[in-house]
């Protein structure tokens, strides 16, 4: 059984940008999928006060569980592991 998927709060910003250039390098993606991600990424940036880093976790593990198939998720936890270092 594979592990359920987590964002760490720290790592939320790191994450926004990893799914947005997901998002948009994707061209399978839908037009829906994008706008959802766009709307977390203003409000992200545009109230950056009112949006604690777990609720931005909690918004982008959200929009991944309904966007990202599992295997992209593999590949964007390298991505994430990768920019750490």
Not at 4 to 13: K, S
Not at 33 to 39: C, F, I, N, V, Y
Not at 45 to 72: F, M, Q
């Amino acid at each position: 059984m594979p592990r359920p998927r987590a964002l760490q709060a720290a790592e939320a910003p790191l994450w926004l940008a990893v799914l947005l250039d997901y998002s948009f390098s994707d061209k399978n993606a839908q037009r829906a999928a994008r706008l959802d991600l766009l709307g977390v990424a203003h409000d992200a940036t545009a109230y950056p006060d009112d949006i604690p880093g777990w609720r931005l976790a909690e918004l982008l593990l959200a929009w991944a569980e309904k966007y990202v198939s599992a295997e992209d998720w593999r590949r964007l936890q390298a991505r994430i592991r990768k920019r750490r270092s």
